[in-house]
């Protein structure tokens, strides 16, 4: 497959929609979000982010009841001018095949940071994540201290730190039982 | 499906066109394409905002405080609209306004450490970004006094730098802002 030399969204006046995002062209170079109808344009990880997404992916499928599923990269519309593409999720609906998931099907966002998308992942989606009710949110940030995990739970529509660990380490109980070995 | 040279076109004409680019974007690259489009593109990071055109309502107010403002603007003092402002060496953001304490500058942006406020009027689409991420910038890049303007309520939030984070130090009432700090002015956010 031949990568797009450009993506061309139509521009007209006001907010973008997320008909706008969803009929855009896969871009494998990097990921295009709406939110609030501004648009989020972000490179694709890298090798190091991608190896982190396939560690968790495994582990989480693993470890996952019959009742969820485990997905990377999907369309998730969190309002009707916002729509994100977390890098893994837990999803109520098991087998079901949308092209866009509503936030009420999911368990847990799991975004693993990158220099681009720090800021963005720890403030930005945080919020909207929260905002959306969604109930679990996991945290894997790779900083120079080492590889650093925050699971963190809705409470109240905020969300609190449920457990973290570092080098990689964190054993989680909710949604579900899982032992993270992503060192 | 080909498309004819003229479809090409038409969609070219009409579009954003974000260019192939598996990398985190360079300041270089975003000044050139927020100059080429006519859009306002702010990076952070090595990610990139594309901000929707404006509202008229939101156009209607800022042009008001543009003229309130320029009227009480000391002579050291430069107020200028939506120019970039470079933050760091990866983030450059579009305040609605900026006021600069080094008039007359002719670069492709200001620098952070030349602008003594910035003005952000509320909006749908701004409104997670303009009080979370943006205030987080612009309290990382030191920026000492931020104005958020919220025309739905008429009414003003100044926030003031100190040891590298904002807390509000003066709030309009009845739909007026009394400003003291960096100039004096009264702001009126109503109607």
Request: proline share 7%.
């Amino acid at each position: 497959m031949v990568a797009p030399v450009q993506t061309l969204v139509p521009a007209h006046d006001g907010p973008w929609t997320i008909d706008d995002v969803l009929r855009l062209p896969d871009d494998r170079g990097q990921r295009i979000e709406l939110v609030d109808g501004a648009l989020v344009v972000s490179p694709a990880g890298r090798m190091r982010h991608q190896r982190l997404v396939g560690k968790l992916f495994t582990q989480l499928s693993a470890a996952a009841p019959s009742d969820v599923e485990v997905t990377l990269d999907i369309n998730v519309r969190l309002a009707e001018d916002r729509l994100l593409i977390p890098d893994l999720t837990i999803m109520r609906c098991p087998g079901a095949d949308f092209l866009m998931v509503p936030a009420a099907e999911l368990l847990m966002a799991v975004e693993v940071v990158s220099p681009s998308s720090r800021t963005y992942d720890r403030v930005t989606k945080r919020h909207l994540y929260a905002e959306s009710g969604i109930p679990y949110y996991l945290l894997v940030d790779p900083t120079d201290a080492g590889l650093l995990l925050r699971a963190y739970q809705l409470v109240q529509g905020r969300y609190k730190e449920l457990a973290s660990g570092n080098d990689g380490i964190l054993d989680l109980e909710q949604p579900f039982e899982v032992s993270l070995r992503l060192g | 499906m080909a498309n004819s040279v003229d479809q090409d076109i038409a969609l070219l004409e009409h579009s954003l066109a974000i260019p192939y680019h598996p990398h985190p974007w360079t300041l270089d690259e975003v000044l050139a394409l927020g100059d080429e489009q006519g859009l306002r593109v702010e990076l952070c990071d090595g990610m990139l905002h594309v901000g929707p055109t404006p509202s008229r309502r939101h156009q209607r107010l800022l042009g008001r405080l543009m003229v309130a403002i320029d009227q009480v603007l000391p002579r050291e003092l430069e107020l200028l609209p939506a120019v970039n402002v470079l933050l760091s060496d990866s983030r450059l953001v579009v305040p609605d306004l900026s006021v600069n304490v080094e008039p007359g500058g002719t670069g492709a942006y200001v620098p952070a450490e030349q602008v003594a406020l910035v003005v952000e009027v509320l909006s749908a689409s701004s409104r997670l970004y303009d009080t979370g991420l943006k205030r987080q910038v612009y309290a990382d890049a030191g920026i000492k006094h931020y104005l958020l303007v919220d025309p739905d309520a008429a009414s003003a939030t100044l926030l003031e730098l100190d040891f590298g984070e904002y807390s509000e130090v003066n709030r309009s009432a009845g739909g007026i802002l009394y400003l003291t700090d960096p100039f004096t002015a009264e702001l009126d956010l109503r109607g």
